[in-house]
């Protein structure tokens, strides 16, 4: 009976220990490259990405298109959770990763049109305003789509990889963002309110 426990005993904490193994690989392998060489398919040139000692990358390129592109690339490769958790706020559609907890949530930034508006803002952009929301998505989607990337390990548990962006997508982010600073939005809304109804 002492042999058959200890036998658990050993193949439990082999397995516990291969798990832990296998979770600090993953976490490895998903890190930002902040050396190397890399070959991105939506560069028309070589561009030079230098990480200083805070880890902040400076990006020198030789169009601006590339360095948009450059730009979109690395700041997914840094950020993919919170970019894609933040839009999926944004749009309204958190609920489809993290469940029905999140559907007061979506149908209130729904009501919102955050969303809607960023494709209001899109159709009314001058050409090299959209080139340059373009630019930076290709970069952010040759990031998701890179065969031998393996994406942070939270999107083991939020199901899968992030849709592709667009610019509605980057100004919709954006747009979220800029909401999320004016932190006394709902006091002025109800000031707003009170005035109207008096």
């Known amino acids: 009976m002492r042999k058959i426990a200890k036998a658990l005993g050993i193949g439990a904490s082999s397995l516990l220990a291969g798990a832990a193994a296998y979770f600090v690989a993953r976490l490895r392998l998903s890190m930002p490259r902040m050396s190397g060489e890399l070959r991105i398919p939506c560069l028309d040139e070589e561009v030079e990405v230098i ?8 990006i020198t390129a030789k169009s601006n298109a590339d360095g948009f592109r450059a730009l979109g690339y690395v700041m997914a490769q840094d950020r ?4 894609d958790v933040m839009l999926r ?4 559609t958190l609920s489809e990763i993290v469940g029905s907890m999140a559907l007061e949530m979506d149908r209130f930034m729904r009501t919102i049109g955050l969303h809607g508006t960023a494709k209001q803002f899109e159709a009314r952009l001058d050409r090299e305003s ?5 630019a930076f998505c290709e970069g952010v989607n040759d990031y998701l789509a890179r065969p031998g990337v393996r994406l942070p390990f939270e ?7 992030p849709a ?4 509605a997508d980057y100004l919709t982010y954006g747009l ?3 909401w999320l600073l004016d932190a006394f939005w709902p006091h002025k809304l109800m000031r707003s309110e009170e005035h109207t109804s008096e």
Request: glycine share 12%; net charge positive; proline share 9%.
């Open 164 to 167: 592709p962006w667009g610019p």
């Open 155 to 161: 999107f083991v548990l939020l199901k899968g990889r």
């Open 176 to 178: 979220f963002v800029t």
């Open 51 to 58: 990480y200083d000692k805070a880890g902040i990358p400076h």
């Open 80 to 83: 993919m959770v919170q970019m």
């Open 89 to 92: 706020v944004a749009k309204g």
């Open 130 to 134: 959209k080139d340059t929301l373009e």
